[in-house]
DNA sequence: CCTTTTGTTAATGTAAGGTTAAACCTAATT
DNA sequence: AATTAGGTTTAACCTTACATTAACAAAAGG
């Protein structure tokens, strides 16, 4: 099979120049789906895969900073870009903080943005090709799955996991039985690595080991100053 | 465990501008190597490893993009942030071309760069986990797992070990049967060669032996203001 | 011997992790 | 507008893990 088109979701209210900007991706081999406001834009994200967002910052109804927010609670590792008119810097910051991969001031010149696609995507390649799109993990008596955010056990009662716990457990289970770092979690589910993010994440530790204690081949060990490991054991 | 800073390369002809730039990432807990102009900076860039670059554009000599394309001939991964008084598309382009990260036109705020290093960092984050070097070991009944820090007796229950005394087993294990010199381990491991970590590696000796009892075919030996040597007998 | 190096144990101080509850925030509902 | 509910962060307090230092005993070696 030939190489797949990327597919980029573009929010953008301006019906003017959001379609011009979509004619302009698309005349670059780019697959765009359009949305003109945030409900729209978040409606489309979850109904597709994305490899990347374009979304503007000022709209009406949800504004970008929002919707970036939702679509991370889905998926963390989706680029996004965002396009603002002003280029507050609390605004910079804050975009940074929801997990931007870059920032464009309108007007931009179109080839900018194309340049900035085309790094982000080249980045998405050599990077994260392992940890790739696995969504459905056993753990001893328990089956964990990440994409609906649920816990199993033992094929009873799913227990419903919220977005940091099933990302903090999804992180744990791709590491079965290795070292899983606390940098990795926190830079990846926290975006930022701090004391308070640090304790946040204990936290979350506690709650999942109150959830895997039905079963106790399953724990979840530290490693003083370096991270966690969820176990197995019986299986080795 | 001893977390290592991020290291930066900040290549800046402006002695003013350079000297604050670095001192505001120091305090930010970055190792920063500063570098005047590009010739230095490729110096500089060979001698070491970066985490990170960050390259004026205009200099005398040899321009950030000439400096550029040089790091990138001996290293295809390390990210690049330039800076740049004139926001030229051209210029932007051609950042984007040789493989830039990101984009900075000055002024700016140094929050934003703070922002934009973080996000950068934490995408290299991602992959630097897997680098698997040697980290497992068999002596005598024993067996080290270097990476998760455990220490098993005849596939029992692991012993969990602290990182000194980790590091300290590692090291001897890497000289079994020979002589691993004092010296080696006081400024590999304690970075430092003086009378009190001399003691608190012998601390860690008493610590280690005691650990290897269960075997009575292993057993750490002293060489006289030399250093010890882990010997293993009954394989010979 | 008698000085230096090493062995061992215990005491101390600090940092990291564990746990629980309260505070906070935002979206959804009344 | 006020309330509620879910999710997350912050705070407080406690426990455990580590590394260093001190103190004293025992070997080594000139």
Redesign the pocket.
């Known amino acids: 099979m030939e190489e797949q088109n990327k597919k980029i979701l573009l929010v953008e209210d301006d019906p003017n120049f959001g379609t011009v900007l979509k004619d302009y991706l698309m005349m670059n081999d780019y697959d765009v789906v359009h949305a003109k406001n945030g409900m729209e834009g978040f409606e489309k994200f979850k109904k597709d895969d994305f490899d990347l967002c374009i979304l503007d910052v000022m709209m009406p109804y949800?504004d970008g900073f929002?919707l970036a927010?939702?679509i991370r609670?889905k998926n963390t590792d989706v680029p996004i870009i965002f396009l603002t008119a002003k280029a507050m810097k609390e605004d910079v910051l804050k975009g940074y903080k929801v997990g931007a991969d870059d920032y464009l001031n309108k007007p931009f010149d179109s080839e900018v943005l194309l340049m900035k696609i085309k790094a982000i995507m080249q980045r998405k390649a050599t990077d994260s090709v392992a940890d790739s799109k696995q969504f459905e993990f056993k753990i001893g008596r328990f089956d964990l799955n990440s994409k609906l955010?649920f816990l199993k056990f033992d094929g009873g009662e799913p227990t419903?996991?919220?977005?940091?716990?099933?990302?903090l457990l999804r992180l744990l289970a791709l590491h079965e039985n290795d070292l899983m770092p606390?940098e990795l979690a926190l830079t990846k589910?926290?975006r930022d690595d701090?004391?308070?993010?640090?304790?946040?994440?204990?936290?979350?530790?506690?709650?999942l080991?109150?959830y895997l204690k039905p079963d106790p081949d399953v724990e979840?060990?530290?490693?003083?100053?370096?991270?966690?490991r969820l176990v197995v054991n019986g299986n080795d």
Chains 1, 2 share one sequence.
């Open positions: 949800k929002t927010k939702e609670e955010r419903k996991l919220s977005p940091k716990e099933n990302e606390r589910i926290w701090n004391y308070f993010t640090s304790r946040s994440m204990d936290v979350y530790i506690a709650k080991r109150k979840i060990l530290n490693i003083h100053g370096e991270g966690f």
